[in-house]
C-alpha cells in the first residue's frame, strides 16, 4: 500500500505556512467553541450505546455535518487567501448537547 497523504491543514508543521496555521487554529477555536472535544467524545459513545434520544441523536449528526463543514470551509480558506465569508453556523441547541455531555 501506498503512503497515506496527511492533509497539510491537519498537520500545519508538515505544510510549513504559518497561515494554514492560523485558519486551522480558528476553525478549532470556533468548533471547540460550541463542542469541545470531550463532550465530541462522549457524545460518539453515547450515541453508539444508543442512549441519545432521537432528537439528540439527529442534533448530534447535524453537529458532525457542521464540523465537516467548517473542516471544507477551513480548507477553502487556506487554498485561497482572498477568499472570506462567515463560517458555517453550527445547529441550534448543540452548544446546549454538548454541555450535558
Known amino acids: ?8 491543514l491537519l498537520d500545519p508543521a508538515l505544510a ?5 496555521a492560523r485558519v486551522q487554529g480558528e ?3 470556533r468548533i471547540r467553541a460550541e463542542i469541545d472535544l470531550t463532550a465530541q467524545v462522549n457524545l460518539q459513545g ?11 441523536a439527529e442534533l448530534f449528526r447535524a453537529g458532525q455535518e457542521w464540523i465537516l463543514d467548517m473542516l ?4 477553502a480558506r ?3 487567501p ?7 453556523s453550527p445547529p441550534e441547541g448543540l452548544a446546549a448537547l454538548a454541555k450535558r455531555f
Open 46 to 56: 453515547a450515541a453508539l450505546a444508543g442512549l441519545l434520544s432521537y432528537e439528540e
Open 16 to 20: 510549513g505556512d504559518p497561515r494554514l
Open 1 to 8: 500500500m501506498g503512503r497515506m497523504e496527511r492533509d497539510p
Open 27 to 29: 476553525c478549532r477555536n
Open 72 to 75: 471544507r470551509s477551513a480548507r
Open 78 to 80: 487556506a487554498a485561497d
Open 82 to 88: 482572498g477568499r472570506c465569508g462567515e463560517w458555517p
